[in-house]
């Protein structure tokens, strides 16, 4: 099915519900009519207008804000993907260097995530920290969500990822959104969200604690989080012995270990199930190959 603008089918256009950056609270709707919209966002309870164009909604907490000197330190690995140079090579070379490191590829891991996904088949997806938008257009097109929002903390990011979605003539526009936001400050509702998808994104997270109390907050009861990312150096031993923790002292002879002045924190699988335990989620399946791992997590059915 192809869409160019003058031939949409008569369907109801899904409605992106979205809530106020700053307190969390202010329900904030978004119909995307057509492949355009230009409707600003105000909460009435912060007095804060956000932006929103026909590029992407913008729901950072510092969205329009006309900040002359405060800057935000510790930016982890949020800064390096804003560079433009860095989000126009992504796709065209930069992340299918990942196999390095053992990422199988993006139709492998696209295969992968929508097995962990099928419970929320039928619902909206967020893409988070969608990058150029390579998993979102899967999602998209693959017909099995509602709708898909792809988030990224990235402007140039989101203007890669609408170049491609503009030009794969198969994605139906009013399908997709792509929202500006930040990881350590989701711009939904609490219990809003069935299915969350987040590709090679963690390790690149400046509070990885804040942004999966994040995930946590914002997903349904048994909603799921899939993500990827990188192990440590000593993963691959570890996984043949069946034991990480005999390998453990071998990080610290590895170069490329995250310390305090690296834009990455690698991870080790016990790392990430504690993490995930301690925020209320649940479920822990992963894969592990090489220094890939990718895991599921749910978010339990019903407080206990
Ligand atoms: C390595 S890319 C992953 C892109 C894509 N998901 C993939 O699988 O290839 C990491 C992404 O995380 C995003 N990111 C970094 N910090 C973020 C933050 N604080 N909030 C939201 N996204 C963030 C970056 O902008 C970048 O697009």
């Not at 003058?6 to 329900?27: K, N, Q």
Request: hydrophobic letters at 40%; proline letters at 6%.
């Amino acid at each position: 099915m192809r869409y160019p603008p003058t031939e949409l089918e008569p369907i109801a256009d899904p409605e992106y519900t979205f809530a106020c950056p700053i307190c969390l609270t202010t329900e904030l709707k978004v119909q995307k009519a057509s492949a355009r919209f230009s409707q600003g966002l105000h909460c009435s309870r912060c007095d804060r207008s956000f932006t929103a164009n026909e590029t992407s909604v913008d729901l950072t907490p510092t969205s329009g804000a006309d900040m002359r000197v405060y800057k935000q330190k510790f930016w982890g690995g949020t800064q390096l993907f804003r560079s433009p140079l860095v989000s126009f090579v992504y796709e065209r070379g930069w992340r299918q260097g990942f196999s390095w490191g053992g990422f199988p590829g993006e139709a492998r891991e696209f295969d992968m995530a929508m097995d962990y996904l099928q419970g929320a088949y039928g619902e909206t997806i967020v893409d988070m920290s969608c990058g150029s938008g390579l998993f979102s257009r899967r999602f998209a097109r693959s017909g099995k969500f509602n709708a898909v929002i792809a988030a990224d903390f990235s402007e140039s990011m989101l203007g890669q990822a609408r170049t491609y979605f503009e030009a794969d003539n198969t994605i139906d526009p009013r399908k997709y959104i792509l929202l500006r936001a930040d990881v350590g400050r989701l711009p939904f509702p609490t219990s809003s969200i069935a299915g969350m998808h987040a590709g090679a994104a963690i390790h690149c997270w400046p509070n990885p604690t804040a942004a999966v109390a994040e995930i946590s907050r914002v997903l349904k009861p048994g909603g799921i989080l899939v993500a990827s990312t990188f192990l440590k150096a000593s993963a691959p031993l570890g996984q043949l012995f069946d034991n990480d923790d005999l390998f453990r002292p071998l990080n610290a002879l590895d170069p490329t270990s995250a310390g305090s002045s690296s834009n990455y924190q690698w991870w080790e699988e016990q790392e990430l199930r504690e993490l995930m335990a301690t925020m209320g989620l649940r479920n822990f399946q992963r894969h592990r190959s090489n220094r890939f791992i990718m895991f599921s997590v749910q978010k339990a059915l019903q407080a206990s």
